[in-house]
T-cell receptor
Framework: QQPVQSPQAVILREGEDAVINCSSS?????VHWYRQKHGEAPVFLMI?????EQKGHDKISASFNEKKQQSSLYLTASQLSYSGTYFC???????????FGKGTKLSVKP | DGGITQSPKYLFRKEGQNVTLSCEQN?????MYWYRQDPGQGLRLIYY???????QKGDIAEGYSVSREKKESFPLTVTSAQKNPTAFYLC???????????FGQGTRLTVV
C-alpha cells in the first residue's frame, strides 16, 4: 500500500516555509524523501531510519515518528530551486521493497 | 563514470508487441527496482530484486517480467498482456534498506 502524502500541492513565495507529511499504515523500517523536477529522475534528499539515524542534506530536515508511522519533511526559507514534486518512500523491513507515495507538488514563486 | 544507465530514453512500440527496457548499473549495489510513473500516481513498484537470481513482484507486476542473471543488469520486459503500457519507467538501485536509492534517467515508453 502506498503511503499517503499531504498536502497534494502547495504554492509558496520565496522565503516561506512548508511542511510535507507522509503516513503509512504499516510499521516502517526506513523513510526516504526525494525531489523530482519535471521529466527528470528523482533526487535523494533524506533517509530516516528506525532507531533515530538520519542521513541527508544539511539544508533539509525531517522527522520520523516510528510509533505513528509518520514522517514530515521541513522546507525552510524556500528558494525557487525547491520547486518540484516531493515523494516519500517507505520500506517495511531490511529485505523489503521501497514503496512511494503519490507525491506533493511544490511551487515556489518569486 | 559510476551510475545507472537506462536505455533507450524514448521508445515507441506498436500495440501487441513485447518490449524490453534496459537497466545497467556499475555501483555494485545489490538491490534493484523498477517503477512506473503516470501523472498523479507517483512511483509505483513493478518488480524488485535484492540479490542475483531472485526477484519479487511489486504492486503492479501484471503484464511485466524481469530477470536478474547478473548483479549489474535488471531488464524489464513489457508484454502484450500489459493493458496500458504507455508510461515513464524508472530503474533504481540501492545498497540495501538502510541506504538511499539512486535512479536512472528513465525510459519513456509510448505504445501506439
Amino acid at each position: 500500500q502506498q503511503p499517503v502524502q499531504s498536502p497534494q500541492a502547495v504554492i509558496l513565495r520565496e522565503g516561506e516555509d512548508a511542511v510535507i507529511n507522509c503516513s503509512s499504515s504499516k510499521a516502517l523500517y526506513s523513510v526516504h524523501w526525494y525531489r523530482q523536477k519535471h521529466g527528470e529522475a528523482p533526487v535523494f534528499l533524506m533517509i530516516l531510519l528506525k532507531g533515530g539515524e538520519q542521513k541527508g542534506h544539511d539544508k533539509i530536515s525531517a522527522s520520523f515518528n516510528e510509533k505513528k508511522q509518520q514522517s514530515s519533511l521541513y522546507l525552510t526559507a524556500s528558494q525557487l530551486s525547491y520547486s518540484g514534486t516531493y515523494f516519500c518512500g517507505v520500506n517495511g523491513g531490511s529485505q523489503g521493497n521501497l514503496i512511494f507515495g503519490k507525491g506533493t507538488k511544490l511551487s515556489v514563486k518569486p | 563514470d559510476g551510475g545507472i544507465t537506462q536505455s533507450p530514453k524514448y521508445l515507441f512500440r506498436k500495440e501487441g508487441q513485447n518490449v524490453t527496457l534496459s537497466c545497467e548499473q556499475n555501483l555494485n549495489h545489490d538491490a534493484m527496482y523498477w517503477y512506473r510513473q503516470d501523472p498523479g500516481q507517483g512511483l509505483r513498484l513493478i518488480y524488485y530484486s535484492q540479490i542475483v537470481n531472485d526477484f519479487q513482484k511489486g504492486d503492479i507486476a501484471e503484464g511485466y517480467s524481469v530477470s536478474r542473471e547478473k548483479k549489474e543488469s535488471f531488464p524489464l520486459t513489457v508484454t502484450s498482456a500489459q493493458k496500458n503500457p504507455t508510461a515513464f519507467y524508472l530503474c533504481a538501485t540501492s545498497v540495501g534498506a538502510r541506504s538511499e536509492a539512486f535512479f536512472g534517467q528513465g525510459t519513456r515508453l509510448t505504445v501506439v
